[in-house]
């Protein structure tokens, strides 16, 4: 399995816009600390990548990672989709970024699904520009990320299929299955204003396709946020990628016991940073983070598991932003790690 860490930092990334932190003011005076918004990579056959989130930086991400390069000819691009984590504004702007494709596929739970598609019409608004293809990303039995047909027999299409579905004739590489981890919502789809995300399908566009949702865990619930566990088909090697995690359930525990590397949520150092840094008046649990360490920390945890445990998704209050920080001697000592944009996973 392979592959490429794309971006490590939270909302806003590092440096934030309108921010002068001594960590964004740092990341100004030194390049090398900057961070994109987190997202993978991941290798899905010889000639096919997803990236898990659709970022803001997607564009400049794609063209920083020299295999998501378009290949020589027309448009061949070996992008051939999107799994969201959650409905989150920073896992999801890129991706109108996404439009000059042809066609491209977005797997996600049918909540982030509907999310996207009722309150922020992704699916109307990209339905004149390209094809896209929702999938739905399943909580129990895993996906085979492809290549699969396209399009899926019996199924309309605006256009012909083009493009890595297309293109790609490799066995599937991988399989994603998610978990839960959280039931909080985006603030755009806080309440249902009348609408009910979960009738029917009636937000689909000329050019979309659409699996059918899960029976529900979570329109309410489960299904707003998850981790996705990544699996290797040949070797049984698994990834399990969690860039939010609001509670440590079971079923996450689980997860994180077979797993092989772990790249986890490390939002907040502590439960208190948000208050005692001035950006808001919720600790870090109250924002849907476990923090990394104090009761309930997340470090501990991590420190007892067999996996490579690396983490992402850092604020720009996070001292870990600083390369010299102590909080990096603390982590060592645990084995516990980082990840940096760029980063290379092989397993």
Sequence with gaps: ????????????????????????????????????????????????????????????????????????GTRQTPVAGIILTDAELDHTLGIARLREADAFEVLATAAVRDALRARLRLGTTLAPYAEVRWRDLPHASPVALGPEPWPEPGRPTARPAAGPAAASTGKPL?????????????????????????????????????????????????????????????????????????????????????????????TFWDDEEPLRTGIGPRTATGMGHLPIVGPGGTAERLAALRARCLYTHLNNTNPLVDPDAAEHRRLAEWGIEVAADGMVIEL
């Design 1 to 72: 399995m392979l592959l490429r860490v794309l971006g490590t930092a939270a909302g806003g990334g590092i440096p934030q816009w309108n921010c002068a932190c001594p960590s964004c003011t740092g990341a100004r005076a030194h390049p090398a600390r900057r961070r994109r918004h987190a997202s993978l990579a991941v290798q899905a056959a010889d000639d096919r990548w997803y990236v898990v989130n659709a970022t803001p930086d997607i564009g400049d991400q794609i063209e920083d990672c020299p295999p998501l390069l378009p290949r020589p």
């Design 174 to 266: 991988v399989e994603v299955s998610a978990i839960p981890v959280s039931g909080k919502r985006p603030r755009y789809a806080a309440t249902d204003g009348g609408q009910n995300p979960g009738a029917g399908d009636p937000h689909a566009a000329p050019g979309e396709t659409t699996e059918p949702g899960s029976a529900d865990p979570g329109h309410e619930g489960a299904g707003w946020s998850v981790a996705l566990r990544i699996t290797d088909r040949a070797s049984g090697a698994t990834v399990l990628y969690a860039p939010a995690v609001a509670t440590w359930s079971a079923a996450l525990a689980d997860a994180a016991a077979e797993a092989d590397c772990l790249i986890v949520d490390g």
